[in-house]
Nanobody, 128 residues
Framework: EVQLVESGGGLVQAGGSLRLSCAAS????????IGWFRQAPGKEREGVSC????????HYADSVKGRFTISSDNAGNTVYLQMNSLKPRDTAVYYC?????????????????????WGQGTQVTVSS
């Protein structure tokens, strides 16, 4: 059974930090890319960051570049999202998801609807 389990969310003041974890099981981790997405109330789900488990290639949304860092522990089948300098607009439910590679058949970075497996999400709330 495929499982993605997020943890590490919580309430933090603006300027603070959190580290999210995504523990994966039930599939060959090295064959997949893991993405972090977030969804705020009333907004569409958006990509935050992603990483290829096979070669470590990473991508970040412009809104988090320089503040968030994604990393992968392939031995432990876990992907982390270190979030620093958090802002109130980072408040959302954060999800991790798995897909067979970062890019689709057109060579474009996969969007949310192109990921195969999803976790249940973890709430991140940043107070001002």
């Amino acid at each position: 059974e495929v499982q993605l389990v997020e943890s590490g969310g919580g309430l933090v003041q603006a300027g603070g930090s959190l580290r999210l974890s995504c523990a994966a099981s039930g599939f060959t981790f090295d064959d997949y890319a893991i993405g972090w997405f977030r969804q705020a109330p009333g907004k569409e789900r958006e990509g935050v960051s992603c990483i290829s488990s096979s070669d470590g290639t990473t991508h970040y949304a412009d809104s988090v570049k320089g503040r968030f860092t994604i990393s992968s522990d392939n031995a432990g089948n876990t992907v982390y999202l270190q979030m620093n300098s958090l802002k109130p607009r980072d408040t959302a439910v954060y999800y991790c998801a798995a897909a067979r590679g970062l890019y689709n058949d057109y060579g474009l970075l996969r969007g949310p609807n192109e990921y195969d497996y999803w976790g249940q999400g973890t709430q991140v709330t940043v107070s001002s």
